[in-house]
């Protein structure tokens, strides 16, 4: 049997054997247990160049994982991730975008590569195609598209429901919500901020045709002021969202956002909606020029109850 050559068609060929040999010994199907699969199926199909480690190590800041052929030059690969990550999800994930490289990349990079969490969210092969080919490698294999289209049928998307997934799959929040937007046609968009800042956003494709998106990180963009993201709410609030009005998030049009904080916030992701339907030209001119909010009739109006 001729093996696979592109990442979905790789992830399809070890979800058919998962799914048989846990149906067959009554096993549950997720999450994947990316560490026995990498080795077992690699000294099986591999067998002058098999995993034989997977692990953490203490790698530097900002490294992700590595993969990594054994210095004796005997052939053997090992896949390690950085042992300061603390989510089970980021490093289950990790594991599977090394494992993409090792059956996707190998023999063109015999050195082995070392990914950042940047390349961990960098899905545009345009842009960096063997990180973006690991990374829809990773989502097939730990999200099998028709599982998880089952998942979503039917239910408003939201933080909760994100969560939810990202528990079933062993993959983190943004794994999760990357997923969903590969394959959503809702106009929606993930920001990542640190510290005030943009680290990076992705936007599904039906936001993008609206001309919607960051482009790909040149200079430093603060957080919107107005946004959940960037204000001290508390979890809940955060979780299940707000609605902006035009002008808060990108695009002249109101955005429904959802953020989560990381436990010593430091990291923030906000899930944005955008309606369905993206306005015309026309809408569009009409809100450019309806007149500013603060002028002397608006003031006076708030003010209209006396001065406290």
Known sequence: MSLPTTPKGWAIRLTQILSAVQGSHGLPRFPVDVASLAQDFSRQVFPDAPITIVKGLQLSKGVEGMLMPHPDGSGEWGIVYNESIQSAGRRNFTLAHELGHYLLHRQAHPGGLQCTNRNMADWDEARNRIEAEANTFASYLLMPLDDFRAQIKGRAIDIDVMTELADRYAVSLTAAILKWMTITDKRAMIVVGKEGFIDWAWSSESLIKSGIFYAARQTVIELPARSLAAQEVDADTGRHGERHEAGVWPGNE???????????????????IY??????????AELEEEPPQ????????RNAGGLS
Do not use: Q
């Open 254 to 272: 109101p955005v429904h956002e959802m953020t989560v904080f990381s436990p010593s916030n430091e990291m923030t992701i906000s899930l944005l």
């Open 294 to 301: 603060d002028t002397l009739d608006g003031l006076m109006s």
């Open 275 to 284: 309606p369905d339907r993206a306005p015309s030209r026309w809408e569009v």
